[in-house]
């Protein structure tokens, strides 16, 4: 059983995704003293995150703040908010749900709008892996499919694999689904917050991995071989 988001875009041989369960809220939360929100940190301000996903859009918004490195579980980064070691951070509020922190920390918290920043691809998701063969076990865990949420991390993880994205790669893809219709948004920065290029698309449900594909080569096609050739070097 797995968080989606932390599965790699390419599973080994003979393993596949059984199920997905219905998907928490998958938007990430700023926390700093008093939930202040990003637009009103100050010039300068330390933020603290170890995802490249959300130091690139931090300075895509805020290109006077800085991001640091800041490791270790929601409890140690939480701390080290809590002991000025940075001014604010970012986690996902799905982790702070399931973790029971979310009402802990209310007062210093903003949930970032998605058109401010866009998630990582299957945020908020649970999967559950089994051997392909399984036959019997993959018969058990459809049971516990959620098929709108499944459909959903299908098409970012497609959108992943067109642009070979990694927890290492500054990517963010995000689908909606709702009446057999699909919408799909994804972006890919550098990691300093220079360039950034978005795509969005819309399309049936099931056409779910085509639709996350489509986007995914938009985006390649849009920011060119020389975009993704920095990229490898940041």
Do not use: Y
Not at 78 to 94: H, N, Y
Not at 183 to 191: E, G, K
Request: net charge neutral.
């Amino acid at each position: 059983v797995h968080s989606m988001k932390d599965v790699p875009t390419w599973l080994p041989k003979g393993l596949c995704i059984a199920a997905v369960l219905p998907r928490e809220d998958p938007r990430d939360v700023l926390l700093s003293p008093g939930g202040t929100g990003l637009a009103a940190l100050p010039k300068g301000a330390v933020v603290g995150t170890a995802s490249l996903r959300r130091q690139a859009q931090v300075l895509l918004a805020r290109p006077d703040l800085a991001v640091v490195p800041l490791r270790g579980n929601v409890q140690t980064r939480l701390r080290k908010l809590r002991s000025g070691e940075v001014a604010a951070t970012l986690l996902a509020l799905a982790g702070l749900r399931r973790l029971g922190l979310a009402q802990d920390v209310a007062d210093d918290s903003t949930i970032l709008d998605v058109e401010d920043m866009l998630p990582a691809a299957a945020q908020g998701a649970i999967g559950v892996e089994v051997r392909a063969d399984n036959t019997r076990a993959r018969d058990v865990v459809a049971a516990l499919d959620d098929v709108p949420s499944a459909m959903c991390v299908m098409a970012e993880r497609a959108c992943l694999d067109i642009l070979d994205g990694s927890c290492r790669t500054p990517i963010a893809v995000l689908a909606d689904a709702a009446e057999g219709e699909m919408r799909l948004r994804a972006l890919v920065a550098m990691p300093n917050g220079s360039h950034a290029h978005r795509a969005e698309q819309r399309g049936v449900i099931a056409d779910a991995t085509a639709l996350g594909r489509a986007v995914g080569a938009e985006l390649r096609a849009a920011a060119g071989p020389a975009f993704f050739a920095a990229l490898a070097d940041a």
